[in-house]
């Protein structure tokens, strides 16, 4: 992805954003559809959701930490 998308630009995506690409791609593998590796994507995904949401929010304002 860095060679087609630059580095890091992932970052320039939201965690609401990076959470509705993740879900489309397990509902996409779900369905069967082939056309991707949805399972993958989707695990990256959630990996840069989680990552994203803990710089959008302090850890003093997260619930149960």
Known sequence: GAKKHG???WKLISS???LDHALRHA???LLGDN???HATNFLTRAM????QLADE???RDRKGE
């Open 16 to 18: 609401i954003e990076q």
């Open 57 to 59: 929010i302090p850890l």
């Open 48 to 51: 840069m959701f989680y990552e």
């Open 35 to 37: 056309k991707d590796d």
């Open 27 to 29: 509902y996409l593998y």
């Open 7 to 9: 580095r890091d630009n």
